[in-house]
């Protein structure tokens, strides 16, 4: 256990559907972030949270809505995704957001039919 | 642009090898290196960060090392175990930003 906490862990929505994946960090940490894994590619950053601030944007497309109410916890809420969003979406937390080491979750499994 | 290349892209050995894992980046200016661990459908476990000054790190069997001006950073695994099978992947994370650039990975397996 890493001190990082997902849930789901497995989703299955259609297209037209609205569903929110939670974080949770219990570990006393200031930075927060979303990953996107997909089959064959690297992982890639989503968003960043320092102190609830969004600090990062990586050019997520609008369906994807992040969420930070406070320091131990990170929302990304989801709709009228596309068939190429499933992919495995990774939390991470850490210390702050330059020099420390990242502590990931287990990650929720996100299947758009 | 910061990419990091990782090879080989699978490997399969027998138990009680030693492994070197490659870990390649286009650009020297970073602020430091991560090896992670992932098992299939699981989360990252961080194994071992090294910033950009130091040379190497070690933990237990793992040893990992930088050459930042190569751009090079390789992973060395004693005396493999079949619960060394996973994937592992390395990251760098740039000077004065939230972002870690990943590699794709290498898939490991060590069989008894």
């Known amino acids: 256990e890493t001190g990082v906490t997902q849930t789901p862990r497995h989703l299955v929505m259609g297209m037209t559907n609205k569903k929110s994946l939670k974080c949770e960090q219990h570990?006393?940490?200031?930075?927060m972030y979303w990953y996107k894994q997909s089959a064959k590619k690297p992982l890639e950053l989503m968003f960043v949270y320092n102190f609830k601030e969004q600090t990062e944007n990586n050019s997520v497309p609008s369906r994807f809505s992040p969420e930070c109410p406070n320091s131990s916890h990170l929302f990304l809420h989801l709709h009228t995704l596309q068939p190429e969003d499933s992919a495995l979406y990774l939390c991470a937390s850490s210390r702050d957001r330059t020099s420390y080491e990242q502590y990931f979750g287990p990650g929720t499994r996100l299947t758009v039919t | 642009k910061q990419e990091v290349t990782q090879i080989p892209a699978a490997l399969s050995v027998p138990e009680g090898e030693n492994l070197v894992l490659n870990c390649s980046f286009t650009d020297s200016a970073i602020y430091n290196l991560q090896w992670f661990r992932q098992d299939p459908g699981k989360g990252l476990t961080s194994l071992l960060l090294i910033q950009s000054s130091q040379r190497e790190q070690t933990s237990g069997r793992l040893n990992a090392s930088l050459d930042k001006s190569s751009g090079r950073s390789t992973l060395y695994i004693a005396a493999s175990q079949p619960g060394d099978s996973a994937t592992y992947l390395c990251?760098?994370?740039?000077?004065?930003?939230?972002?870690?650039?990943f590699g794709t990975g290498t898939r490991l397996q060590v069989f008894p």
């Open positions: 570990l006393g940490h200031n930075a």
């Open positions: 990251a760098v994370r740039l000077p004065d930003t939230d972002k870690l650039i």
